[in-house]
């Protein structure tokens, strides 16, 4: 599925996406692995067939947005939130992906970084988001080559 969404058709001059391929393999794979809940064959089968993606499809990403927020904050949206499916999400949880994506975009240990990232601190209302995203509206536009966002 994320495979198709990084090279579907264009409808509009910018694709923006929630997560890709690369944030599934770093952060959720990784995590998955980590924490012990999917066994090194499945990991490494895994693992080999991102690498076979990103070097045979065109997948690649002009920038990264890091909407940072601490896992404090997406627990306390998450209980706000009241949805059912996420009522079982412990915040040990939202502090491993939290911390995944931390090495990989910030500290930049976990893997290279496929494009330029900007980070903007996002444990705000959503008006101050409004303004962080209209501060750096034009310099996402800029960067974003009329073809892949994240």
């Known amino acids: 599925t994320m495979v198709y969404q990084h090279t579907k ?55 990264i947005v890091y909407l940072r927020t601490s896992p404090e904050t997406c627990y306390e949206r998450l209980k706000r939130r009241c949805r059912e499916e996420e009522k079982v999400i412990p915040m040990e949880y939202l502090e491993a992906i939290h911390q995944l994506y931390e090495e990989w975009l910030i500290k930049q240990t ?9 980070v903007i601190q996002a444990d705000n209302d959503m ?16 960067l974003c080559n009329m073809q892949h966002c994240l």
């Open 127 to 142: 008006q101050k988001m409004m303004e962080k995203y209209e501060e750096n509206r034009d310099r996402i536009l800029a």
């Open 9 to 63: 058709p264009m409808i509009s001059p910018v694709r923006m996406l929630e997560r890709s391929i690369y944030s599934a393999k770093y952060i959720f794979v990784e995590n998955l692995y980590r924490s012990g809940k999917m066994p090194e064959v499945d990991y490494v089968v895994l693992t080999e067939w991102f690498d076979w993606i990103v070097a045979n499809i065109d997948v690649t990403l002009d920038l």
């Open 110 to 118: 976990l893997s290279k970084v496929p494009a330029p990232v900007i």
